[in-house]
């Protein structure tokens, strides 16, 4: 079965644009949630998405958004980037809503977003 | 405030040796943690977990370790192996499911 897969890999974006990055689940997987990691904070948790729906979300501003597919893909979308967005945007999936990380999840490999 | 992990960036270790990692909670809510391994270029993966009515759980080769009075968590690893160098960090789930992570611990293994 393959995994979480995350595309871009690896992306360079000016401040003021937007960027979306999208992540596969595990097949019949049906939750995802987006992190956000950076040397500096750590991993820190974006939002969950099952059914469509946000589920839980994290202390992000707005500009941070995200979205769910029929067929459980997803995408999150940051507009006006600052340089602090730099970091690595890791997509994790799981076969149930996580009620936070109770349920086991699978992390893809991440998307590097440099911002310049 | 909430803050989780102790500032420890890098433990060396000797292959075969056991590992001790560290992690402090702040949060007494926190129902539920986690341990996560994350090698490089690549996404965490989940290693143990533990309840807040335990206060220890086994696994291959990991031990997690919760003290509640104190709010310490840790990671045992028995006889280290090269294939256990990576980043190591806990995570914990307060009531509310919001989650906060710890910054890490690189394990860095000695031949």
């Known amino acids: ?116 | 405030g909430e803050n989780v992990g102790l500032h420890l960036p890098t433990l060396s270790v000797q292959e075969g040796d056991n590992s001790i990692i560290n992690c402090a909670y702040s949060n007494s809510a926190s129902d539920y943690f986690i341990w996560y391994k994350q090698e490089s270029g690549k996404g965490p993966q989940f290693i143990i977990d533990i309840r807040s009515n335990m206060d220890k759980r086994q696994g291959q080769r990991v031990t997690v370790l919760l003290n509640k009075t104190v709010k310490h968590l840790s990671l045992q690893i028995a006889a280290t192996q090269p294939g256990d160098s990576a980043v190591y960090f806990c995570a914990e789930n307060m009531w509310d499911d919001k989650i906060i992570f710890g910054k890490g611990t690189r394990l860095h293994i000695l031949p």
């Open chain 1, 1 to 116: 079965k393959a995994g979480v897969t995350q595309t871009p890999r690896y992306l360079i974006k000016t401040r003021g644009q937007q960027v979306t990055l999208s992540c596969s689940p595990i097949s019949g997987h049906r939750s995802v949630s987006w992190y956000q990691q950076t040397p500096g904070q750590g991993l820190q948790f974006l939002f969950e998405y099952f059914s469509e729906t946000q589920r839980n979300k994290g202390n992000f501003p707005g500009r941070f958004s995200g979205r769910q597919f029929s067929n459980s893909r997803s995408e999150m979308n940051v507009s006006t980037l600052e340089l602090g967005d730099s970091a690595l945007y890791l997509c994790a999936s799981s076969l149930r809503p996580g009620q936070g990380i109770r349920e086991t999840q699978y992390f893809g490999p991440g998307t590097r977003l440099l911002v310049l």
